[in-house]
C-alpha cells in the first residue's frame, strides 16, 4: 500500500513495483517487473502510483510516480528488461519520521510531465536529451497534442509517415538495435537529399530506391539483435514506403 515503505535495499523487488506483461494469443503473460533502481529511507513512503506514456515513436516510455521515491522514466520496449532513463526526487519530507507526502501522480501532457506532490504541490518537468533519448524523440513526442487527457483511455497513436519519424526510427536502429553505421550514414544522407526535393515524382523517386534497400536489409539476419531489431526495421521501411508513395 502507498502508506509503507516498500523500496528499501532489503525489500523485494516485486514489493510495491510495476508488474510489466506481453500479449500472445490474447492471453497476458508476466515478463518481468519495474522497480526504480535507487534505494529509499525508511522515513519515505514509496511504492508505484500514477504515471502515463510517454509517446515516442517505436519505444515503449512511461513515467511513474513512486510518492516519497520521486518520479521515474523508464524503458520497456524490451518487456524482460525494463530500464530507468529519468528520475526526479528530492528526499524524504522529513528526516525522522514518515509522513505522508511524495508524488500521488506523474502525467506526461503535450510535451511536459506534471507531478502531483502531495506535500509541496504541482511540479513540471520536461525531458532532456540524453545517452537513453534523442532530441529527435523528444520532438516527436511534443509533437503529440490532446485537448484533454485520461490516462485510462490508453488512446491509440498512429504516427505520421515524415522524415522526423524516420530519423527516429534509424537513431534507435543505430544506438540501441547494433544497425550498421555504413548503412545508416547512407540512409541518412538519402533521407537528407529526398527531403530537399519537391513533393511530387521527384522525391518519390528518390525515395523508392532507398525503400527497396531497407526492404532488403529487414530480410536480413537477425540473429544476435537485440530486442525490437524487427520492429524498428519494418516502421522505418513502412515509413520510407508511405514517402514514397509505395505500398510494398
Not at 516498500?6 to 518481468?32: H, M, V, Y
Not at 518519390?204 to 536489409?217: E, H, N
Amino acid at each position: 500500500m502507498g502508506g509503507r515503505y516498500r523500496c528499501r535495499a532489503t525489500d523485494k523487488p516485486e514489493w510495491g513495483a510495476n508488474a510489466i506483461f506481453t500479449l500472445t494469443d490474447r492471453k497476458l503473460r508476466q515478463a518481468s517487473y519495474y522497480k526504480l533502481p535507487a534505494p529509499q529511507t525508511e522515513q519515505e513512503h514509496c511504492v508505484a502510483h500514477h504515471g502515463s506514456l510517454i509517446p515516442v515513436p517505436g519505444r515503449d516510455i512511461k513515467v511513474q510516480a513512486w510518492y516519497q521515491g520521486g518520479v521515474s522514466v523508464f524503458d520497456f520496449t524490451d518487456p524482460m528488461k525494463p530500464v530507468e532513463i529519468a528520475f526526479f526526487d528530492r528526499g524524504p519530507m522529513s528526516a525522522t519520521e514518515l509522513v505522508l507526502s511524495g508524488y500521488w501522480s506523474a502525467y506526461w501532457y503535450n510535451g511536459h510531465i506534471y507531478g502531483s506532490e502531495i506535500g509541496r504541490g504541482l511540479e513540471v518537468f520536461r525531458l532532456m536529451p540524453s545517452e537513453h533519448l534523442t532530441q529527435a524523440a523528444i520532438d516527436a513526442a511534443n509533437r503529440v497534442r490532446s485537448h484533454r487527457f485520461n490516462p485510462q483511455d490508453q488512446q491509440r497513436l498512429v504516427w505520421p509517415a515524415n522524415f522526423q519519424i524516420a530519423r527516429v526510427y534509424l537513431d534507435q536502429l543505430v544506438r540501441y538495435d547494433g544497425f550498421a553505421s555504413a548503412n545508416a550514414a547512407h540512409i541518412t544522407a538519402e533521407l537528407r537529399r529526398a527531403e530537399r526535393l519537391p513533393a511530387g515524382a521527384r522525391r518519390s523517386a528518390a525515395l523508392g530506391p532507398l525503400a527497396t534497400l531497407l526492404q532488403s536489409v529487414s530480410r536480413g539476419a537477425v540473429a544476435g539483435k537485440p530486442h525490437g531489431y524487427p520492429d524498428r526495421m519494418r516502421l522505418l521501411t513502412g515509413t520510407v514506403r508511405e514517402l514514397a508513395g509505395t505500398s510494398r
